[in-house]
């Protein structure tokens, strides 16, 4: 039997007039994520740390920020294609645990419905993906609420 770990990190600009999608899900705030797709900073964090573990590069190999293929795309999609490599190396996923690095908005009340978009894209159950959030107490760029960051650790188990 055989497993493999993976992590990833993500970082994103914050600004107004874009929305803020994290996990999969649109959270309303007066500020949003800037990329070139929808700037999904959680997805992109699992997108790496899924690569990472089976030494397959970065988000930015795969779907790089230079292709009009990728402009505006919906990160679930990044997340459901790096799935399809992972499963191809007859690997599945073990587990998620990640961890959200904001001052605001709260993330709380969102939680429930990330673990189920993600669960359903990595085809786990809802308690295998751990979601938890921090603020920096008003320090450095998330404290000022110019940025946010994921990080993302994986566990992968290689099918019989």
Not at 96 to 111: A, F, H, N, Q
Request: aromatic residues 6%; glycine residues 8%; proline residues 2%.
């Amino acid at each position: 039997m055989s497993y493999r770990i993976g992590s990833g990190i993500d970082f994103h600009q914050l600004a107004t007039g874009y929305d803020l999608w994290i996990g999969g899900i649109k959270i309303p705030h007066h500020k949003g994520s800037v990329g070139h797709s929808d700037a999904d900073v959680l997805l992109h964090a699992i997108c790496d740390a899924l690569l990472g573990a089976l030494a397959l590069g970065d988000i930015g190999i795969h779907f790089p920020n230079t292709s009009s293929e990728f402009k505006n795309i919906d990160s679930k999609i990044l997340l459901k294609r790096t799935m399809d490599l992972i499963t191809q190396k007859k690997y599945k996923v073990v587990n998620v645990d990640s961890t959200l690095c904001l001052e605001e908005p709260r993330i709380k009340p969102y939680v429930k419905q990330m673990q189920q978009v993600i669960a359903n894209i990595i085809h786990v159950n809802e308690e295998d993906v751990s979601i938890k959030a921090t603020t920096t107490e008003k320090m450095g760029f998330a404290g000022r609420e110019e940025g946010l960051m994921a990080q993302a650790t994986v566990l992968l188990k290689k099918l019989d």
